[in-house]
């Protein structure tokens, strides 16, 4: 079974948790990030062991559901993994190219030798 993700747009619901013992308040009423299914994708606060999150509505949400679901990557993150990392490899090329070291001799004394 699969459905598209809703969100509420009040600004009156967010996900609080901790990461490397920082607090951090993730909006979810609009949320900011979403991933290609239109869904929030928490994994980058979760650790191995226990895991501690706090869902906090300030106004009725009753219209909706919120579901921590744990599942492997989907077709389209995957794409979009792929996507982001063939973009990342460019620029690193991209930017490695204006890394060269200049020679360690002068290009005078180069040019001179070869004469």
């Known amino acids: 079974m699969h459905s598209q993700c809703s969100w509420p747009i009040s600004g009156d619901l967010s996900l609080q948790t901790k990461r490397d013992g920082r607090d951090f308040i993730i909006p979810l009423a609009p949320p900011i990030f979403v991933t290609p299914d239109n869904c929030v994708d928490i994994s980058a606060f979760i650790r191995s062991g226990e895991n501690a999150c706090s869902v906090v509505q300030q106004s009725d949400m009753s219209d909706y559901m919120f579901i921590l679901h744990a599942h492997h990557s989907t077709?389209?993150?995957?794409?979009?993994?792929?996507?982001?990392?063939?973009?990342?490899?460019?620029?690193?090329?991209?930017?490695?190219?204006?890394?060269?070291?200049?020679?360690?001799?002068?290009?005078?004394?180069?040019?001179?030798?070869?004469s």
């Open 75 to 114: 077709p389209v993150q995957l794409s979009y993994l792929a996507s982001y990392r063939k973009r990342h490899e460019e620029w690193v090329k991209i930017t490695r190219a204006f890394c060269t070291s200049e020679p360690t001799e002068s290009l005078w004394k180069r040019s001179q030798s070869r």
